[in-house]
């Protein structure tokens, strides 16, 4: 199973999701609103959550920006969710 591990940044918007596995083959992706699904699977299912501004994923973390009136207490138990679902099925 995928461990995910969610760490703050200096943003207090944004949180970093540690992995242990690569988030991304390659180079880094950065999902937000009117990017293509098919770009970034990972980050169009995370930010179909709600109350997600932008995702960046790259080597081995998530970066997910919230909308100021999201609550990280709501979101974070459901992007941990999203990112073991997506990668352990």
Request: hydrophobic fraction near 35%; charged fraction near 25%; glycine fraction near 8%.
């Amino acid at each position: 199973m995928t461990e995910v591990f969610p760490e703050p940044t200096p943003n207090p918007e944004a949180l970093k999701f540690t992995l242990d596995r690569p988030a991304t083959e390659g180079r880094g992706q950065t999902f937000r609103e009117g990017s293509n699904p098919e770009d970034s699977p990972l980050g169009a299912k995370i930010f179909a959550l709600g109350g997600i501004t932008n995702v960046f994923l790259t080597a081995d973390f998530v970066s997910v920006t919230k909308a100021a009136d999201a609550s990280w207490d709501d979101l974070v138990p459901k992007v941990i969710d999203t990112i073991t679902t997506h990668f352990d099925g």
